[in-house]
């Protein structure tokens, strides 16, 4: 299957978000805990999914206030951290939205994300992820990840669909 197929099936997308939807980085400052830089315009994808009734869920190993700020800030219902299982959590979202696995898309760029990756419809990683992982991949996303992964993966999603001039 080509990949505008496997984007045109995708019902649901998840993503993981350090090193996707941030450039990995972490920075602490002498009041605990830390902060996480979020790229715009991975925003505007996620508003784009959501106005075509495409839910995105976001999924973190690692528990961060960041991460839930900024799933707030955009209308993200759907966001599970401090589980490492992640095809577990899919195969909930699958449940919950009625699509089959093949039908959800999974955005990852490390280690724990591989059995994510090869459970789904479409798997995609921005460039700078690890080796493993662009090798199970169906669309290495020529930008590193917080460089806006998540937008190019919703516009070929949306645009494989029709629904990107909306």
Request: hydrophobic share 40%.
């Amino acid at each position: 299957m080509d990949l505008k197929d496997r984007a045109r099936k995708i019902r649901v997308v998840c993503t993981d978000v350090d090193g996707v939807l941030t450039d990995g980085s972490l920075h602490y400052g002498s009041e605990g805990g830390h902060w996480k830089h979020f790229n715009v315009r991975d925003g505007v994808g996620v508003k784009a999914l959501q106005k075509s009734d495409i839910p995105v869920a976001l999924i973190s190993g690692l528990y961060s206030v960041a991460t839930d700020q900024r799933a707030k800030d955009m209308g993200v219902e759907d966001c599970f951290m401090g589980d490492s299982d992640k095809v577990s959590i899919i195969k909930k979202l699958s449940a919950k939205y009625n699509a089959p696995l093949d039908e959800i898309a999974f955005i990852g760029d490390d280690l724990i994300d591989m059995g994510a990756l090869g459970a789904v419809g479409l798997a995609v990683c921005p460039q700078d992820a690890i080796p493993e992982v662009q090798r199970m991949a169906h669309w290495v996303v020529p930008v590193d990840g917080g460089r806006g992964v998540l937008r190019a993966a919703a516009e070929l999603i949306l645009k494989s669909k029709g629904l990107w001039e909306q």
